[in-house]
């Protein structure tokens, strides 16, 4: 079961890589109830940017986001 945090709650901020599908979108759809800050790196610019606003429509998480392959440096 999914709850909102409260605000007298510690904050958390997560970093997630591959967050526009798969395995790394359902870690951030599961996280974001609880997080005041998320960090999203994709490879795909149209697809994070897809994620960002569904995860926005559940949460009040502060999302950021990353297009490009982070091994690229």
Same mark, same amino acid.
């Given at each position: 079961m999914r709850r909102q945090m409260n605000? +007298?709650? =510690? *904050? %958390? @901020? /997560?970093?997630?890589? !591959? &967050? *526009?599908r798969g395995i790394g979108y359902e870690? /951030?759809? %599961? #996280? &974001?109830?609880y997080c005041s800050h998320? =960090? #999203?790196a994709s490879k795909n610019k149209s697809n994070i940017t897809k994620a960002t606003q569904q995860l926005a429509k559940t949460s009040q998480c502060?999302?950021?986001?990353? /297009? !490009? +392959? @982070?091994a690229d440096g």
């Open positions: 605000k +007298d709650e =510690q *904050s %958390y @901020i /997560a970093c997630i890589t !591959g &967050a *526009s870690i /951030a759809r %599961y #996280l &974001a109830p998320m =960090q #999203l502060c999302i950021h986001t990353f /297009a !490009g +392959d @982070i």
